[in-house]
């Protein structure tokens, strides 16, 4: 296992959660990568601009990598060297499946509403048992996301433009759990052959790899960026 103490971290958290819960829901997956693209430009005007820029993608924010990793003339700057992409959706691909946990999270959303909805959503991408040992305040902090949850899942849907392999600028580096569900494994694959990119797996890891492996996960990173040529 290796530490990844040479990199310099930004976390941010994505509009409507978290530390970021007071800005509310985004109205379009291009608002999460504006915000994105806006924190890759501040990093890289940082002293250590020689460094590359790495962005790491879990989920949904995968996906939020994969389409801020598309070159423009006037975003140059904001793309990434490399992009590490875990179990990124594939919303345009995946709509009509109606075992999806965001598809009945949606569902549940409009019986119960967005609270019941996020719990539904995390209990279905952790696990119940992952969920039941949550304290309270990291509980409740989930369930307030739940409006930000049910607008990401609805927009990601319809709105998110579904990036080709040529308007990728970054050094694009894939994974999946190996105890992932079926479902997020397929659409991994289906990533890795529509970007022409190799699969990595995290052995004994599902959804929350950074949760469960996190050592593993961090490898994986550093593995990538050492792959990649621009390290």
Do not use: C, K, Q
């Given at each position: 296992m290796r530490r990844l103490e040479e990199f310099d971290t930004i976390a941010f958290d994505r509009r409507g959660y978290a530390g970021s819960l007071g800005l509310g829901a985004a109205g379009s997956m291009e608002d999460h990568v504006a915000d994105l693209?806006?924190?890759?430009?501040?990093?890289?005007?940082?002293?250590?601009?020689?460094?590359?820029?790495?962005?790491?993608?879990?989920?949904?924010?995968?996906?939020?990598?994969?389409?801020?990793?598309r070159v423009t003339a006037t975003d140059t700057d904001s793309v990434p060297d490399v992009l590490c992409a875990y179990e990124a959706p594939m919303p345009w691909a995946t709509a009509s499946d109606g075992e999806l946990p965001g598809?009945?999270?949606?569902?549940?959303?409009?019986?119960?509403?967005?609270?019941?909805?996020?719990?539904?959503?995390?209990?279905?991408?952790?696990?119940?048992?992952?969920?039941?040992?949550?304290?309270?305040?990291?509980?409740?902090?989930?369930?307030?996301?739940?409006?930000?949850?049910?607008?990401?899942?609805?927009?990601?849907?319809v709105d998110a433009a579904r990036p080709r392999r040529a308007e990728i600028g970054s050094a694009v580096r894939l994974a999946c759990g190996e105890r992932s569900s079926r479902h997020l494994r397929k659409v991994a694959a289906a990533w890795?052959?529509?970007?022409?990119?190799?699969?990595?797996?995290?052995?004994?890891?599902?959804?929350?790899?950074?949760?469960?492996h996190p050592g593993e996960f961090a490898d994986w990173i550093r593995s990538s960026v050492d792959a990649s040529g621009k390290g």
């Open positions: 693209r806006r924190v890759s430009d501040w990093a890289r005007r940082t002293p250590s601009t020689s460094a590359p820029l790495v962005v790491v993608g879990h989920s949904l924010g995968g996906l939020v990598g994969l389409l801020g990793a598809n009945s999270a949606l569902a549940v959303a409009r019986r119960e509403g967005p609270a019941a909805a996020a719990e539904f959503f995390y209990r279905a991408m952790v696990g119940d048992s992952v969920w039941e040992r949550l304290g309270d305040v990291s509980r409740a902090a989930r369930l307030a996301e739940g409006p930000a949850l049910v607008s990401d899942l609805e927009i990601s849907r890795a052959l529509d970007l022409g990119v190799d699969n990595a797996e995290i052995r004994g890891a599902g959804h929350g790899a950074h949760l469960s």
